[in-house]
């Protein structure tokens, strides 16, 4: 009998990643960060007043990863939450970086005490849980992540797939709608450890 399968982001769901990112900003390149869940670009603003363009974003993001990563600190009970869920579950870490900064995102998680599979990706996640539920031919499979695009994305190519959307940053979590793909939203590991786990004991697939 296969195991049921947990897919689980990164930043804002096992580590904090605004609030180090935004004192960065400020103190590498005078950018003041106020984050509310929407397009990083416009959450940025310069001394000037003017605001970076969407390729000068992908560029500040591409000098904190990896260069900046040890900045980022574990979002509490996650360590805990998925070192029980692995008893009974495979667990992958499927994170949107580049592929270059695999390595350095495995040893980033291991040094907090999560060491499991990690895939990088870049846009949607629909496809890579598809592929990633037929790999392991998963009873039972949940998705977890503080992005509203990627639990639609994975609604299409995956309906199959229990969606939790959690986002761990207290300062963000207010600002940001439940998703509407999704069919939970818990910003705490201890109570989304309880809803993950109930699915798997259930092992019934989602409802489209």
Do not use: Y
């Amino acid at each position: 009998m296969t195991k049921p399968l947990l897919i689980c982001d990164c930043d804002e769901v096992l580590l904090h990643m605004v609030r180090h990112f935004g004192t960065w900003l400020r103190e590498s390149h005078d950018i003041a960060f106020t984050p509310d869940g929407g397009d990083f670009a416009n959450s940025m603003t310069r001394a000037d007043g003017t605001r970076p363009t969407m390729e000068e974003m992908w560029g500040l993001l591409g000098g904190f990863f990896p260069a900046e990563m040890e900045r980022q600190t574990l979002v509490p009970h996650a360590r805990e939450a998925l070192q029980a869920l692995s008893g009974i579950a495979d667990i992958v870490i499927l994170t949107n970086l580049s592929d270059a900064c695999r390595t350095a995102r495995i040893d980033q998680l291991a040094a907090f005490g999560i060491d499991h599979r990690v895939e990088c990706n870049q846009g949607g996640k629909g496809d890579p849980v598809a592929r990633l539920v037929a790999e392991h031919r998963a009873s039972v499979t949940v998705f977890v992540d503080d992005l509203a695009v990627h639990h639609d994305s994975v609604a299409r190519h995956a309906p199959e797939v229990h969606r939790l959307h959690m986002v761990s940053e207290p300062s963000l979590a207010p600002s940001v709608p439940p998703a509407p793909a999704a069919h939970a939203r818990i910003d705490d590991w201890r109570d989304a450890q309880a809803w993950i786990t109930e699915r798997f004991a259930a092992g019934s697939p989602a409802r489209a």
